[in-house]
């Protein structure tokens, strides 16, 4: 994708990847605009990077979606790239009962969010020049974390998603990435010092220097070789990644 010259909006962007994001595509100078649920997160990634905006947004309510796509044509008519970022990832116990609310929030949020989100802004995206749509999966669309069950169903079907997208927009010049990190230091799961996790920034700048090459999928080690297990044999590497899970401290 062009680097340069974008006026890019981030959903989740106050935070994790979507504030590292924000902060790589800022510093080449580009209109950025980043939403999230948490305003104190927004502001203090405003006071740092002076030039970028925000816009108020609950992605699991369809008014607030419609709202935020009319205010960004408005006020941001050259918007081009549209990167859905926000997610949740809550464990679950998919060996017994999956509270309801914990299904219809992970579900709302994390494939409901970007589809509407998307569908909001797909026309205008459609009549700017190299446009782009990048939703962000993860590693755990192809090999799920069973304590997490709903979350890795959430991810497998944006990936689903995203291959369609791809293949209907290639007529209309909008390219479609999926962006599906490994385990990287954030807040997620209070990860941010997790020693099996690659460093934010080390996600970010090959995460950056994969997107400037124009690739479909963002595999940034070791995602490239979990994205290459599922088939007909994938069950060894599920288990084996769920063991090493499992045998590591509990998530606080």
């Not at 569908?119 to 090999?143: D, M, R, T, Y």
């Not at 689903?160 to 599906?180: D, N």
């Not at 007909?232 to 899970?245: G, L």
């Amino acid at each position: 994708m062009r680097m340069t010259d974008n006026t890019i909006f981030i959903t989740g962007g106050g935070s994790g990847i979507g504030r590292g994001l924000a902060e790589a595509f800022h510093k080449l100078g580009n209109k950025v605009i980043i939403s999230g649920r948490r305003k104190d997160r927004l502001q203090a990634t405003l006071d740092a990077n002076p030039g970028m905006a925000a816009i108020e947004l609950d992605i699991t309510d369809p008014d607030s979606i419609a709202a935020a796509a009319a205010k960004l044509v408005s006020e941001h008519p050259a918007l081009n790239v549209l990167i859905n970022n926000a997610g949740v990832m809550i464990l679950d116990q998919a060996d017994g009962p999956v509270a309801d609310d914990l299904a219809e929030t992970t579900v709302t949020t994390n494939l409901l969010g970007p589809i509407r989100m998307t569908s909001a802004l797909i026309e205008h995206l459609k009549k700017q020049p190299e446009a782009v749509i990048a939703n962000v999966s993860s590693v755990l669309g192809f090999v799920p974390m069973a304590a997490a069950a709903v979350y890795s169903s959430t991810k497998a079907a944006m990936h689903s998603y995203t291959l369609s997208q791809r293949y209907l927009l290639r007529s209309h010049g909008v390219h479609v990435v999926e962006i599906a990190p490994p385990w990287v230091r954030t807040e997620l799961l209070n990860s941010t010092e997790e020693e099996r996790a690659i460093p934010l920034d080390q996600f970010i700048t090959e995460a950056m220097a994969q997107l400037e090459d124009g690739v479909d999928e963002v595999l940034v080690s070791p995602a490239d070789q979990m994205r290459a297990n599922p088939g007909p044999n994938e069950h060894a590497w599920v288990n084996q990644f769920n063991d090493m899970i499992a045998s590591g401290p509990a998530f606080g």
